[in-house]
T-cell receptor, first 109, second 116 residues
C-alpha cells in the first residue's frame, strides 16, 4: 500500500525555537492533509493543501505543498509548550486516508 | 455540534468476551471510519462506511465486526480478541468519502482497549 514517510521521527526543542516536519511520498498526491495529536488525545485536522506549490498559514504554522505534489512541510515559528504533540500528514486516495509516520514534537519551557 | 463521541473510554476484556464499541456523530456526515492506533504509531484504517454501507474493509480479521445502524451511529463488535489487539480504537467521520477531494475527518476521543 501507499507509504508516506515523515522526518524527523522526533524533535525536542526549547520554547521559542522553530520546528519543521517534512512529509514525503514516492507518488504524486492529489492533496494532503495535516493533523495534530496531543499526548493522550485524538488527531485533530489542521489543514488541507490541494494545489502545487501552495502555501497556507495559520498564525505561527506555515504549511507548504511541493511543486511536484510529492512532498509537504509544516513549519512552526517560535514554538510554545502548547505545540507539543505528534504531527501527521495524511494522503488521500480511493476513499481513504493514509497517515504518515508522524513527527513527535516535545517543547521544553 | 462538531463532535464525535465514543463509548466506552476504556475497556478491558478477556479473550473469550464479546463487547461492542460505539461511535456517534450529529454533523450529518455520510462517511464514518474505524481506525486502530498502537502506541507511537499512526492511525491505521480498518473500515469505511459510506452512506451506511461498508465500502472498505482493510483485510481486518473477522473477530472485528463493524455495523452502521443509521447515518449517525457506528459500532464495532469485538469477539475472541487477542492480546495484540490491545490499542486505541478511533472513530472518525467526514462529510463524505467520494471523489478525489477529501473533506476533513473529525475524530472521536477513542476507546482504549486492553485484551487480557
Amino acid at each position: 500500500g501507499q507509504q508516506v514517510m515523515q522526518i524527523p521521527q522526533y524533535q525536542h526543542v526549547q520554547e521559542g525555537e522553530d520546528f519543521t516536519t517534512y512529509c514525503n511520498s514516492s507518488t504524486t498526491l492529489s492533496n494532503i492533509q495535516w493533523y495534530k495529536q496531543r499526548p493522550g488525545g485524538h488527531p485533530v485536522f489542521l489543514i488541507q493543501l490541494v494545489k502545487s506549490g501552495e502555501v497556507k498559514k495559520q498564525k505561527r504554522l506555515t504549511f507548504q505543498f511541493g511543486e511536484a505534489k510529492k512532498n509537504s512541510s509544516l513549519h512552526i515559528t517560535a514554538t510554545q509548550t502548547t505545540d507539543v504533540g505528534t504531527y501527521f500528514c495524511a494522503v488521500t486516495g480511493f476513499q481513504k486516508l493514509v497517515f504518515g509516520t508522524g513527527t513527535r514534537l516535545l517543547v521544553s519551557p | 455540534d462538531t463532535e464525535v463521541t465514543q463509548t466506552p473510554k476504556h475497556l478491558v476484556m478477556g479473550m473469550t468476551n464479546k463487547k461492542s464499541l460505539k461511535c456517534e456523530q450529529h454533523m450529518g456526515h455520510r462517511a464514518m471510519y474505524w481506525y486502530k492506533q498502537k502506541a507511537k504509531k499512526p492511525p491505521e484504517l480498518m473500515f469505511v462506511y459510506s452512506y451506511e454501507k461498508l465500502s472498505i474493509n482493510e483485510s481486518v480479521p473477522s473477530r472485528f465486526s463493524p455495523e452502521c445502524p443509521n447515518s449517525s451511529l457506528l459500532n464495532l463488535h469485538l469477539h475472541a480478541l487477542q492480546p495484540e489487539d490491545s490499542a486505541l480504537y478511533l472513530c472518525a467521520s467526514s462529510r463524505d468519502s467520494a471523489g478525489d477531494y477529501y473533506n476533513e475527518q473529525f475524530f472521536g476521543p477513542g476507546t482504549r482497549l486492553t485484551v487480557l
